[in-house]
């Protein structure tokens, strides 16, 4: 009985997210117009039921910070595992960025969007790098709210590569540069994802966390209103 116990305590957890998705031979990495890398069938299909109970029960649009307390199991374990050092610093390698765990993270969870998210935009001179985990069942067969990496700000049809529709399971990364244009076709509705950003100092983190909790506290505001 005891013997039992204690090989059962010693045994490890599989991870849901292993750095070794980047090894598979569908994953798409480029280095042209920026850094960017795509994967399909990140997590396991044994997980998809208890993710989607996991999942934080927004009602209203935009990225929200992290909180452990409104996230089951399943989804901290995914948020860790993207943050964990292993897997950032395969992803790090991938896109020309050595040591990627070195730089602090932060971590934002969207359940639904609206119509006037997703415009064509570059990150902040602030994030490294930015990665996302996409967590919809289904998708309508449409470019609506599909992820697209773009060569110029100017429109949505100077797309590079395919587009990525936001299905369970497809992981997308990419390296912050002058041209890393990106962005979605307008959409209203349930759009789940998971984004996770390594940021350039601490002081970078601090001051995005304030602006989440302003942010935060103005939606609740204006909702209840």
Known sequence: MGATASVASTATVEPLLK??????????IRSEP??????????????????????PNYDRSGFFPYQTSECGPSVQRIVDEMQSPAFADVLGDRLG????SQYPTIVTIRKW???????IHNDSKSKIVTALLYLNDT??????????????????????????????????????TETSWHGH??????????????LTSKEELERKMKQGRVTRFLKQIFTRA
């Open 19 to 28: 750095p070794a998705i980047f090894e598979k031979t569908e994953a798409v």
């Open 185 to 198: 076709l307008p959409f209203k509705g349930e759009r789940r994802v998971i984004q996770v950003a390594w």
């Open 139 to 176: 998708w309508p067969d449409t470019s609506d709210g599909c992820f697209r990496f773009l060569s110029s700000p100017e429109s949505f049809d100077h797309q590079v590569g395919e587009e990525v529709k936001p299905l369970y399971g497809t992981f997308t990364a990419f390296r912050r």
């Open 97 to 100: 960025v050595p040591r990627l």
């Open 34 to 55: 920026f850094p960017y890398t795509v994967v399909k069938g990140a997590l396991p299909e044994s997980a998809r039921a208890a993710i989607a109970a996991d999942f």
């Open 113 to 119: 969007s609206k119509e006037t998210d997703g415009r």
